[in-house]
């Protein structure tokens, strides 16, 4: 077994704490006990208890959060559209918005919804930031328009993203939440 075994399981543990699904004590035994495996059989319990009787048994089959979700079968159609709308609901003037509402209501019940509209949010913030900034310069005020047809662009490709059940990240984008 290598650290980069020990390394895969932590990241899973991290997701599903960042998920809220069990608190911080929970989360360090779990971490501790990941931590000082020496076996895959060490690691197996935890990823039982992380994912239930899903096949846990191949510890790469599973995927930490950020990485694509189409590996654990496929999300419902309500994900997937709940997921494209935190991506899409800026284009029709919700831009910070749209997906914190998505964020609020859907990440308790969908990681898929969380981790899009997590993406989406952070996006926006940065476009807002972006477009209240750059105009102190005139080479900014000349940049402006760009970043606001990027923006539209790039919109529209996270909901399409999210729509084939594949992850989106947009690129220059200040991760303020997580």
Not at 25 to 30: A, L, P, V
Not at 40 to 57: F, N, V
Not at 99 to 117: F, Q
């Amino acid at each position: 077994m290598s650290n980069q075994d020990r390394e895969h399981v932590v990241e899973h543990v991290k997701a599903a704490y960042a998920e809220g699904r069990f608190d911080k004590i929970e989360f360090d035994d779990r971490l501790d006990r990941a931590m000082t495996a020496r076996t895959h059989a060490d690691l197996m319990p935890i990823m039982t208890e992380l994912y239930g009787s899903r096949p846990a048994a191949n510890l790469h089959g599973m995927a930490p959060q950020g990485v694509s979700q189409a590996r654990l079968g496929p999300t419902e159609s309500g994900e997937r559209l709940g997921a494209s709308a935190a991506h899409l609901l800026p284009l029709i003037g919700l831009p910070i918005i749209g997906p914190l509402i998505l964020l609020v209501t859907g990440a308790k019940t969908s990681p898929y919804i969380r981790r899009h509209a997590l993406e989406s949010l952070n996006f926006q913030l940065t476009v807002l930031g972006a477009t209240v900034l750059l105009p102190i310069t005139i080479v900014g005020l000349v940049l402006v328009p760009i970043v606001l047809v990027g923006a539209f662009v790039l919109a529209i490709a996270g909901g399409l993203a999210a729509l084939t059940e594949r992850d989106f990240r947009y690129p220059l984008t200040v991760r303020l939440l997580k």
